[in-house]
């Protein structure tokens, strides 16, 4: 079933502009993503050659018509020149698909590299990577700490794609996902951020993680990587809020 109404982003002005001034020594990193399927394509592992080619194409045609604003570079991973300064400078920018991440977030090797493409803008804020385990997962980065712009950035892009492609919408669960913990409103958000005083209070930590669906994705000594953890049940702009206000808590805390 194909979803009509459009996604719940809020009143985006509500949103804080920034957590906090002084967090930025601790905040390096927003990354805020959406997990989207076609309709009328199966999910990856049941999907041919040609249907990974089919959901490129749709999604190539589609950005093809994407505003100047929002204009970038297009990348086949079949057939664009893979240099390794590329390859470095591209995942140093978190734009290229992660092949060292945790296996249930790796991109799937069925019929690769068929059908697989990056794309980012040419402020290299926004991305999508095509038919990585969803058809489509779609990024707003954001590097300066700007949580209003790095989600009015992810809801332009994406309301412009929605005109062009069909995604997978059924009433009781959601935007249809591979993965069943995607299903609902299919948004995931990821900060990256220092946290010295807590790393050694795991206590504190996990109990203000818990009260707001965070977890910890990865974590080297006093860095981590917090992921939001819960999709359905709640709309695009409850997510963005309850995450955003577990940030600010633990960066208080952390203070």
């Known amino acids: 079933m194909v979803r009509l109404d459009p996604p719940d982003w809020g009143d985006l002005s509500a949103l804080t502009e ?10 390096k990193l927003i990354e805020i993503q959406v997990f989207r399927s076609l309709t009328k394509i199966p ?3 049941r999907m041919s050659a040609e249907d990974f080619g089919k959901v490129e194409k749709q999604v190539k045609d589609a950005l093809k018509k994407l ?35 945790p296996i249930l977030d790796a991109p799937l090797r069925h ?9 980012h803008t040419k402020t290299r804020d926004l991305v999508a990577w095509v ?60 900060v990256s951020i220092d946290l010295p005083k807590l790393a050694n209070n795991q206590k504190v930590f996990q109990s203000l993680c818990s009260k707001y ?3 910890t994705y990865t974590q080297k000594q006093h860095s981590f990587q917090l992921v939001s953890t819960k999709m359905m049940g709640l709309s695009e702009f409850q997510t963005i809020v309850q995450f955003f ?3 600010k808590e633990i960066l208080e805390f952390e203070q």
């Open 213 to 215: 669906d965070i977890a």
């Open 43 to 45: 999910f990856a592992p």
């Open 67 to 101: 505003g100047s604003t929002m204009s970038g570079l297009y990348l086949s991973m079949e057939s664009s020149p893979w240099s390794p300064e590329m390859v470095a400078n591209l995942s140093a920018d978190n734009i290229l698909f992660d092949h060292t991440a």
């Open 131 to 190: 038919n990585h385990s969803d058809h489509l997962i779609i990024k707003s980065i954001e590097k300066r700490g700007n949580v209003r712009q790095a989600v009015s950035r992810l809801e332009s892009f994406v309301s412009t794609l929605q005109k062009q492609l069909k995604f997978a919408w059924h009433k009781q669960l959601g935007y249809l996902s591979l993965k069943p913990t995607n299903l609902g409103s299919g948004l995931q958000i990821k």
């Open 245 to 247: 206000t577990g940030i």
């Open 18 to 27: 920034r957590i906090e001034e002084k967090s930025g020594l601790n905040l």
């Open 111 to 119: 019929h690769w590299p068929v059908g697989r493409a990056v794309f």
